[in-house]
């Protein structure tokens, strides 16, 4: 896509995926120039590989800030090590360690993802509330509850969106509506990726400029297209109203996620204006033989 300004950042769960060769991809697209093609029509991406493995290495960011566009945002998850391991107690020096080794994308960075465990509730609010009020003001951030005392709206959930909202943070939105729709029965794509994701209800809200979506689709294309209608709606209002959200689009083995993002993206286009979606590289090279 292009434009200075996007009004809509768009992506996927990851760049490097070999089932996207022949549509994203080119059939023989080497690894290395994946983010260079991906960059070409996608606007954004989860960066979920710092969440199993902290920082990449300074010579792998350096090639990931060459191949991404200027308009690139990159959003990575804080390490599970600092989340999970150290439930956000005592990580100053290690979350220093990992802006400074981001530090080379500078505004190639969107928010960064603060993925929370499933057991961590109002009691452990007081060290999210800390992490944030330390937050570096230059780099935007995104916190994913999964406890079930927040999506209750009783007063864990009242007490979190406060602080989110004070400190400029927006709360992710976790849509596993459509990967819950059905049965998993025995498709193992099913299978695998409801036994992943957590069973929590959708709750809409924008406590800052930068509403995340993780929209978790299904196989059946008909349930994704019935549950994001609403999305249309939200989506177009919070553009309209100035914010920039960002929608990254999942299908249960992501084999079909960039194909259904593009679909989501033309529908959007018809409420709002935004830039024209490039051509996947992959089909670009099957239409010239």
């Avoid at 994203?24 to 710092?50: C, I, K, Q």
């Avoid at 800030?65 to 990575?76: D, E, I, K, N, S």
């Avoid at 391991?85 to 981001?102: H, M, Q």
Wanted: proline content about 9%; some cysteine.
């Amino acid at each position: 896509m292009t434009g200075d300004q996007p009004r809509l950042f768009l992506g996927l769960p990851m760049w490097a995926n070999n089932e996207w060769r022949g549509s994203l991809y080119a059939r023989h697209a080497p690894p290395e120039g994946m983010l260079h093609d991906y960059g070409a029509v996608f606007t954004s991406v989860e960066g979920n590989t710092t969440f199993y493995s902290g920082p990449p290495k300074a010579a792998t960011i350096a090639h990931w800030a060459r191949q991404a566009p200027a308009g690139f945002r990159f959003c990575f998850k804080l390490p599970a090590r600092l989340t999970h391991e150290k439930r956000l107690v005592g990580i100053a020096d290690e979350l220093e360690t990992f802006f400074e080794a981001l530090a080379p994308l500078h505004e190639r960075l969107g928010p960064i993802m603060v993925q929370l465990p499933r057991d961590f509730g109002a009691q452990e609010l007081p060290a999210l509330e800390a992490l944030l009020r330390h937050w570096p003001s230059a780099i935007p951030c995104a916190v994913e509850v999964r406890h079930s005392e927040f999506f209750h709206k009783g007063t864990a959930e009242q007490q979190l969106n406060r602080l989110l909202i004070t400190y400029g943070v927006d709360r992710v939105m976790l849509d596993v509506r459509p990967l819950f729709a059905t049965p998993a029965g025995d498709d193992t794509r099913l299978i695998k990726a409801q036994g992943e994701k957590p069973k929590r209800p959708l709750h809409v809200i924008s406590t800052a400029n930068m509403p995340i979506v993780r929209f978790i689709g299904h196989c059946d294309m008909a349930i994704n297209e019935r549950l994001f209608t609403p999305w249309c709606e939200r989506l177009t209002l919070w553009i309209k109203q100035g914010k920039t959200p960002f929608l990254f689009v999942h299908t249960p083995d992501n084999r079909q996620a960039p194909q259904l993002a593009r679909r989501f993206y033309a529908r959007l286009a018809e409420r709002v204006e935004l830039p024209p979606f490039e051509a996947f590289p992959g089909e670009r090279q099957s239409a010239l033989f």
